[in-house]
Nanobody, 123 residues
Framework: QVQLEESGGRLVQTGDSLKLSCEAS????????MGWFRQTPGKEREFVAG????????YYADSVKGRFTISRESSKNTVYLQMNSLKPEDTAVYYC????????????????WGQGTQVTVSS
């Protein structure tokens, strides 16, 4: 069993930077794929970025490529999402998730989820 807890969301202005953290409790295997998703009211949860826990390979949605960076710190069982050049359209609840079966951009395949952290970008 894995529990995930996100932190770091808050109100920022357009162009600002923000770093989200996701601390995992429980065993994270090297084959686990950790993802960040976001969701706004009335919309489906969308993939933002992901990282292989073991080898550290990263993947990004086109909408955030070049602005967001995902990383992990194995010694702290923590995944980060560094968000730069934030835009109002980045406003959402951001969720951390773990997929035991490897790489996926589909929220339905993920096994564990955090409770989410709100990011609001004002114009």
């Amino acid at each position: 069993q894995v529990q995930l807890e996100e932190s770091g969301g808050r109100l920022v202005q357009t162009g600002d930077s923000l770093k989200l953290s996701c601390e995992a409790s429980g065993r994270i295997y090297s084959s686990t794929f950790m993802g960040w998703f976001r969701q706004t009211p009335g919309k489906e949860r969308e993939f933002v970025a992901g990282i292989w826990w073991g080898r550290g390979s990263t993947y990004y949605a086109d909408s955030v490529k070049g602005r967001f960076t995902i990383s992990r710190e194995s010694s702290k069982n923590t995944v980060y999402l560094q968000m730069n050049s934030l835009k109002p359209e980045d406003t959402a609840v951001y969720y951390c998730a773990a997929d035991r079966n490897g790489y996926s951009t589909q929220f339905a395949s993920y096994d564990y989820w955090g409770q989410g952290t709100q990011v609001t970008v004002s114009s």
